[in-house]
C-alpha cells in the first residue's frame, strides 16, 4: 500500500492503442504466457488474461510512455499519436475495497516531458506544465 505522499509510476508499452485510458488498460489487463493445468501441469495454450486494480491510489499518479523499440537491432521511435485528456479518470481500474472508500479516482493533467527529436538515440527533452 501506498502513502499519499508517494508516486506511482505506471510503465506503459506504447504501441497499436491511441488512448491514454486504453494504454492503462492494456497494462492492467496482460496476457499471460506459460500458463500451465493446475491438474496434469501441461501447458495451456489460452487466451488466459491477468487482470489487476489499484488497491490504493497515491495522490500523484505518474505515467511513462515508452515510444521506443526496436527495428534490426537499432532503436525506433513511434510516432503514434495518443491522447491525452486534461483529466484521467480511473474507477474502472481500482478494485471494490477502494471503490468504497469514495475517494476521487480521477487525475488532472499537471505537466507533460517530451521528447523532441525524429529518432530514439537523439534529440532533447522539453516540459509542458499546465496551471
Known sequence: MLSDD???SLSLREDRFASLAGLVESALNSKVEGRK???CKQAVDDESRSVQAFTSLPRH???NLLRTGYSSGEPVKSTVH???PLTLDLERFVSAEEAE?????????TGVVNHMGTM???GHYTADILT
Open 101 to 109: 472508500k469514495e475517494a476521487p479516482a480521477s487525475y488532472k493533467l
Open 82 to 84: 495518443v491522447d491525452v
Open 61 to 63: 499518479l505518474v505515467l
Open 37 to 39: 493445468c493446475e491438474h
Open 120 to 122: 530514439a538515440s537523439s
Open 6 to 8: 508517494r508516486l506511482l
